[in-house]
């Protein structure tokens, strides 16, 4: 298993630390609420469909899917995720996807935390590119992409399966505005 300290977070309320197999129960817990689950492509029939993503983010390829847990200072329990689920080292990207439980929308922690892995991004993996997706409902995922920077790139008409009918997709970008000091 890869081993990478997370990006520092400055958000009075929470912080990130690497996500467990631990996190599992409560990250399943709001993922699969109807208003959570609506504005997102998730497809769980049962919590041991997204017990197999840690084996990916567990892989020691540094392409595979890297996530962090976003958690309360006050208690460490878990209310979110963040990360990239895809990597390309050849081409220095790497999509971005979070998640946030309802009981803390709304305090501006999906901004900080991707402002801080995206600045992260380019600073420690050294990535050109960063990208996200976005359901074309999912109107607070565009909130936050735009309050991030991001720019709208396009709609992406029937771009994935989402619980069995074909949807679109906002694709948005923020480009490193210093490529050439990225790591190589």
Same mark, same amino acid.
């Given at each position: 298993?890869?081993?990478?300290?997370?990006?520092?977070?400055?958000?009075? @309320?929470?912080? +990130?630390?690497?996500?467990?197999?631990?996190?599992?129960?409560?990250?399943?817990?709001?993922?699969?609420?109807?208003?959570?689950?609506?504005?997102?492509?998730?497809? +769980?029939?049962?919590?041991?469909?997204? +017990?197999?993503?840690?084996?990916?983010?567990?892989?020691?390829?540094?392409?595979?899917? @890297?996530?962090?847990?976003?958690?309360?200072?006050?208690?460490?329990?878990?209310?979110?995720?963040?990360?990239?689920?895809?990597?390309?080292?050849?081409?220095?990207?790497?999509?971005?996807?979070?998640?946030?439980?309802?009981?803390?929308?709304?305090?501006?922690?999906?901004?900080?935390?991707?402002? !801080?892995?995206?600045?992260?991004?380019?600073?420690?993996?050294?990535?050109?590119?960063?990208? !996200?997706?976005? +359901?074309?409902?999912?109107?607070?995922?565009?909130?936050?992409?735009?309050?991030?920077?991001?720019?709208?790139?396009? @709609? @992406?008409?029937?771009?994935?399966?989402?619980?069995?009918?074909?949807?679109?997709?906002?694709?948005?970008?923020?480009?490193?505005?210093?490529?050439?000091?990225?790591?190589?």
């Amino acid at each position: 298993m890869r081993h990478i300290n997370p990006p520092d977070l400055s958000h009075e @309320l929470v912080f +990130l630390r690497p996500l467990s197999r631990d996190d599992a129960d409560a990250w399943y817990a709001y993922l699969t609420m109807p208003h959570v689950l609506e504005h997102t492509s998730w497809q +769980l029939r049962s919590i041991d469909d997204l +017990l197999q993503k840690f084996d990916a983010m567990e892989s020691t390829n540094p392409a595979s899917e @890297l996530r962090f847990a976003i958690v309360l200072r006050n208690t460490g329990a878990l209310v979110g995720t963040i990360g990239f689920h895809s990597l390309s080292l050849m081409n220095r990207t790497a999509e971005i996807a979070y998640d946030l439980a309802p009981d803390v929308w709304g305090r501006g922690i999906a901004p900080s935390a991707c402002m !801080a892995m995206v600045d992260w991004a380019f600073a420690r993996l050294g990535v050109v590119r960063v990208q !996200a997706t976005a +359901l074309d409902s999912n109107v607070r995922t565009v909130r936050v992409l735009e309050k991030c920077a991001f720019q709208r790139e396009g @709609l @992406l008409h029937n771009f994935r399966m989402v619980r069995g009918e074909s949807r679109n997709f906002w694709i948005y970008a923020r480009i490193n505005p210093n490529p050439t000091s990225a790591k190589s």
